[in-house]
């Protein structure tokens, strides 16, 4: 079984987007969508880890300009073959955990990356994304809730409390992919001392966090 987490998305790249067919989801990411497009309203936005391009596409209507990046240049492939109207978004390939950038960013976004991050680096991964982003700029992430019948079961737990999902591609593999589902009261914790205005907003299927970065 491959334990790879990068690679998993790798190949997955072709067939990412069905996880957006499910069809109990369609009101809450209609209601996402809403909300994003509205936080991201002429603002300048770098996404990390964009994928495939879901919500690049989707922010893109109303934002000032995107740059949308992803470790994995087979995602980024199939974003760039989507008519995306806005001509101010770009592509890069870069690793969230050695991403510097001399230009700092009006507003970041995250979207489905914060479960994939081992709950003992969190604290380095957020402390990254405050870096790419002015202080008093904006943060976003979205994110699963664990709703039983429609995510995938846990199958693994390691020592330090990161849990797993065993998953399928259509190629016949399995894969042991990392997947945490952290409450609210964790969310806020880790963002203690470096954001204020720290809202959640909780859907059924997902949960979207947005914080504005400490001024220090
Ligand atoms: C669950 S997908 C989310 C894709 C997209 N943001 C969305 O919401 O549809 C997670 C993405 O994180 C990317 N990723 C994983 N590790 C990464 C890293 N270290 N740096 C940048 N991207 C990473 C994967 O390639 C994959 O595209």
């Given at each position: 079984m491959n334990v790879d987490m990068v690679s998993y998305y790798k190949d997955r790249a072709e067939e990412y987007e069905k996880i957006y067919s499910k069809p109990e989801r369609q009101e809450d990411l209609k209601n996402a969508t809403e909300i994003l497009q509205t936080i991201f309203k002429g603002k300048s936005v770098l996404e990390i880890?964009?994928?495939?391009g879901y919500w690049t596409e989707r922010i893109a209507?109303?934002?000032?300009?995107i740059f949308a990046t992803d470790i994995n240049e087979t995602v980024i492939d199939v974003a760039k073959r989507k008519s995306i109207l806005n001509t101010q978004v770009s592509f890069g390939v870069t690793d969230i955990y050695n991403f510097s950038s001399l230009d700092k960013y009006e507003s970041l976004f995250g979207g489905f990356i914060w479960s994939h991050i081992k709950l003992q680096d969190i604290k380095k991964f957020l402390f990254n994304v405050n870096n790419l982003v002015y202080p008093g700029g904006t943060v976003v992430f979205i994110d699963n809730n664990f709703v039983e019948g429609s995510n995938l079961p846990i199958t693994n737990t390691d020592g330090k409390g990161n849990t797993f999902q065993t998953r399928k591609l259509e190629d016949g593999t399995t894969h042991l992919v990392l997947k945490n589902f952290p409450k609210e009261i964790v969310l806020r914790h880790k963002l203690k001392n470096i954001a204020t205005e720290v809202r959640i907003i909780n859907l059924t299927y997902f949960w979207i966090l947005c914080y504005t970065t400490r001024i220090l």
């Open positions: 880890a964009c994928g495939t209507q109303g934002a000032a300009s």
